[in-house]
């Protein structure tokens, strides 16, 4: 890993001359004994109720106007890459992606360069911020986005720790807490097999879901099942007509409930092995 530069406003979070949102939502988290503790301590009961927020969409980062404005009508956010244009195209609510998955599919290395320059201009208001990570990299990414974690401490807002195939709950649990969340990524298949593990995961942990390329009616409906935070896709980026069907979607899932899932039931109730994994999915 190279040494990249990181915000100098960063050090105004750190020294304590500014309080971040992510720091009051795990200082207030610890007063009620929801970040965290309570997965593996048995000792230690959760002072609250789990009532996970309703889930959100991002989507991808787009210059073309109509799109834009279809996204903005329909309440949904925006995903800016580190490896695109940094532009949050007038959205108040954003979140940053590091430019790992767009480098991986142009076949280039990681520009952690270019992730530095948008952590600096972008990271400090955004909603939240994928640690940078090693596409289908396994056990060797983890490593990586961890001393990523341990150089982004008293970050703001909240980082997403990235898992994909070759990682388990066990690999990432004690990492979690309310200010450092869960990003679903991977390949598809897998994705969708252990995608409710992973929101089971992060209510154990009281931590953020975020599930990436989600681009159908069928695994929107999968990600609110998983109590899944938010998801992001293409799909209503590149093509404002899909955009209506995949928000019917959106409003559907949220308002209907999963009689199956767990990721909402009292910690008590969550498995510690998250039911991992679960069975076997087909591709949607």
């Known amino acids: 890993m190279t040494t990249v530069p990181l915000p100098a406003w960063l050090e105004t979070y750190r020294s304590g001359d500014r309080l971040s949102k992510a720091q009051a939502n795990l200082a207030y988290a610890s007063y009620y004994c929801m970040a965290g503790e309570s997965d593996m301590e048995v000792d230690v009961e959760e002072r609250l109720g789990y009532m996970p927020p309703s889930m959100v969409a991002y989507a991808s980062r787009t210059g073309t106007r109509r799109n834009l404005d279809a996204l903005r009508n329909a309440g949904w956010r925006l995903l800016v890459s580190a490896a695109g244009v940094l532009r949050t195209e007038g959205f108040e609510r954003y979140a940053l992606d590091n430019g790992a998955w767009s480098a991986f599919q142009q076949g280039r290395s990681f520009d952690e360069a270019a992730f530095g320059v948008a952590l600096d201009k972008l990271g400090e208001h955004a909603d939240w911020v994928v640690i940078p990570d090693i596409v289908a990299g396994g056990m060797e ?123 909402t039931e009292n910690i008590e109730q969550t498995p510690f092995n998250c039911r991992w994994p679960l069975a076997n999915l087909e591709a949607a």
């Open 141 to 263: 990414s983890l490593d990586f986005s961890v001393k990523w974690l341990d150089r982004l401490q008293g970050f703001p807002q909240t980082l997403l720790l990235a898992v994909q195939d070759g990682m388990q709950p066990d690999d990432v649990r004690e990492l979690l807490n309310p200010s450092v969340g869960i990003f679903v990524g991977g390949s598809t298949a897998w994705k969708l097999k252990t995608m409710e593990s992973w929101g089971v995961l992060a209510r154990r942990r009281n931590c953020y879901l975020h599930v990436g390329r989600v681009n159908s009616a069928r695994r929107i409906a999968m990600c609110a099942a998983a109590c899944a935070s938010s998801f992001d896709g293409t799909s209503a980026t590149r093509f404002a007509q899909s955009l209506p069907n995949l928000d019917d979607a959106l409003g559907y899932a949220v308002n209907q409930s999963d009689l199956f899932s767990v990721a």
